[in-house]
């Protein structure tokens, strides 16, 4: 059964964007703050008869504005210790400065955020181009909650013996 459900989850995590495709943007954002930044689980162990039971739940809502400019900031991953940064320039157009812990930087002038959906086509340092797509989000953690940006990453990450399909950049500086 748990393998049905991880198999589903990925599922899902990597064929996000071809089910949002028909969905508006506060759809789209509403979609990525429930499925891939949501999560409860519960344990209960009984031993010796004394019974442990834990629980943990992520929740997580879109948060909207109508002022682009709420969302202008810098924002850190505090797992990886990438930063991204959003600017507004000229023209209303808002430039993302994506900065990863090795010095490497990658930037996007293609960034569209709307009801708080977010896309971005950053250029790699290979030449290649991906799109990343996600929600601004509060994530409430067992009643810590925080406002920042979840992504979806169209190729996901190895690290270690982990492979991340998304990323949570929590907003640090308006």
Same mark, same amino acid.
């Given at each position: 059964?748990?393998?049905?459900?991880?198999?589903?989850?990925?599922?899902?995590?990597?064929?996000?964007?071809?089910?949002?495709?028909?969905?508006?943007?506060?759809?789209?954002?509403?979609?990525?703050?429930?499925?891939?930044?949501?999560?409860?689980?519960?344990?209960?162990?009984?031993?010796?008869?004394?019974?442990?039971?834990? %629980?943990?739940?992520?929740h997580s809502t879109p948060v909207?504005?109508?002022? %682009?400019?709420?969302?202008?900031?810098?924002?850190?991953?505090?797992?990886?210790?990438?930063?991204?940064?959003?600017?507004?320039?000229?023209?209303?157009?808002?430039?993302?400065?994506? %900065?990863?812990?090795?010095?490497?930087?990658?930037? %996007?002038?293609?960034?569209?955020?709307?009801?708080?959906?977010?896309?971005?086509?950053?250029?790699?340092?290979?030449?290649?181009?991906?799109?990343?797509?996600?929600?601004?989000?509060?994530?409430?953690?067992?009643?810590?909650?925080?406002?920042?940006?979840?992504?979806?990453?169209?190729?996901?990450?190895?690290?270690?013996?982990?492979?991340?399909?998304?990323?949570?950049?929590k907003k640090i500086v308006p």
């Open positions: 059964m748990k393998i049905f459900f991880l198999g589903l989850i990925t599922f899902l995590l990597t064929h996000s964007s071809a089910i949002s495709q028909g969905l508006s943007p506060k759809e789209k954002a509403a979609f990525f703050a429930s499925n891939a930044f949501s999560k409860s689980k519960y344990k209960r162990e009984e031993k010796y008869g004394i019974v442990k039971e834990k %629980s943990k739940v992520i909207i504005s109508n002022e %682009s400019t709420f969302y202008i900031g810098q924002y850190v991953d505090e797992n990886q210790g990438t930063r991204l940064e959003l600017k507004r320039e000229t023209g209303n157009n808002i430039r993302a400065i994506l %900065s990863y812990p090795d010095s490497r930087k990658v930037t %996007s002038d293609l960034v569209q955020i709307q009801d708080a959906y977010f896309k971005a086509t950053l250029k790699m340092s290979d030449g290649k181009e991906e799109v990343w797509e996600g929600a601004f989000i509060n994530k409430n953690d067992n009643e810590t909650t925080a406002f920042g940006l979840g992504i979806i990453l169209p190729n996901p990450i190895k690290k270690d013996d982990l492979t991340l399909n998304k990323l949570f950049f």
